[in-house]
């Protein structure tokens, strides 16, 4: 497996140009040049910067020339501050990781395909010079299963449309499940040598996203602590998110979360990311705010092990809010410990 060089230990700066209001207001004062500071202060080498095409696109297409100032800016921070970047479309024109969003039709739609490519066109076209330290990721979280064909046949063409302007830069692709580890082994084989295979990892989701409001089968009241058994996770999880495999079948009952759970499930991407010899990187994990922050730590502990064990570059969920912030006040106590394994 290849070693994605500087972008090792990061974190998203989710909830800035993505999965926000979209006013200016946002835009000029959730993130500043002062928080880029206070990521290379954590001794962090790379942020990931979700982007949503409403920042550079109205509903119609046309192009909003002001808002790339704000990615202009991003990569102008992170170059002074020493910090590589990943540029993550995390919506386009018809399609998102969540429904709530109402995007819909991109995966039936070659209009809306086009529209993608071409969003795609114009970020290599201005940024395929920065290849010394960004990296791009075509799409966030990839849903159905059903999707992966046709997904591998989009991403591909993409990646061909930005080559003709950034031959070099670094691409991550993700794959069904909304990035699922396990979707890995059926992504398109790589185009060429700068191809990383993207996942994520939130994985207890039941410890993860405990209370999470946003699952829909969820009790938002429902805690569990990180030492419970599987036994009583799986229990949770039947309860809470019947839609997700709880993932604990093949241990005893009365274990607990160690490092070996990690390895298990990440065996078959890394064993694959070897074969093809592509970088793999973990593009989001983290630990929800319903849990105590000193449990939350032990997570990180755990799941930083493995992924330095088996060379993995990750970036934490999140930086600030989103109901994952690192930076917050609640953890305030524990933030430095989990820098540590970020």
């Not at 989710?14 to 202060?41: A, N, P």
């Not at 395909?113 to 330290?133: C, H, I, N, T, V």
Request: charged fraction near 30%; charge should be negative; hydrophobic fraction near 35%.
């Amino acid at each position: 497996m290849r070693e994605f060089t500087g972008f090792k230990h990061g974190v998203n700066l989710g909830g800035w140009l993505s999965q926000c209001d979209h006013t200016k207001e946002r835009y000029d004062t959730f993130v500043t040049e002062k928080d880029i500071e206070t990521v290379k202060s954590w001794g962090l080498d790379h942020v990931r910067v979700p982007v949503d095409y409403d920042l550079i696109e109205e509903k119609d297409g046309t192009v909003k020339e002001g808002g790339y100032i704000y990615i202009d800016n991003a990569i102008s921070w992170c170059r002074k501050n020493g910090l590589n970047m990943i540029l993550d479309l995390h919506r386009t024109f018809g399609y998102s990781f969540d429904e709530f969003h109402g995007e819909k039709g991109f995966f039936e739609s070659e209009e809306y395909q086009e529209r993608f490519y071409k969003l795609w066109d114009r970020f290599a076209q201005r940024y395929g010079k920065d290849s010394d330290m960004l990296a791009f990721e075509l799409l966030n979280e990839v849903t159905k299963k059903e999707y992966c064909d046709l997904w591998n046949e989009i991403s591909r063409k993409c990646i061909e449309r930005i080559r003709k302007y950034a031959p070099d830069i670094k691409i991550l692709v993700g794959g069904y499940y909304n990035n699922s580890v396990e979707a890995v082994k059926d992504l398109a084989m790589p185009y060429d040598e700068n191809i990383v295979y993207n996942f994520h990892c939130y994985e207890p989701l039941i410890f993860t996203h405990q209370g999470a409001p946003w699952i829909p089968t969820m009790d938002t009241s429902y805690r569990v602590s990180l030492k419970a058994d599987y036994k009583t996770m799986a229990e949770g999880s039947r309860k809470n998110i019947e839609q997700v495999s709880t993932g604990f079948a093949n241990y005893p009952e009365d274990s607990v979360l160690d490092d070996q759970y990690f390895e298990d499930i990440f065996a078959e991407a890394i064993s694959v990311a070897k074969e093809r010899g592509v970088d793999l990187y973990c593009g989001e994990y983290g630990v929800i705010d319903r849990a105590a922050p000193e449990e939350a730590l032990a997570w990180y502990k755990i799941i930083g092990n493995v992924f330095n064990k088996f060379d993995i570059g990750r970036a934490a969920w999140n930086y600030k809010e989103m109901d994952f912030g690192i930076s917050d006040d609640r953890m305030d106590g524990v933030r430095n410990e989990i820098i540590k394994y970020m």
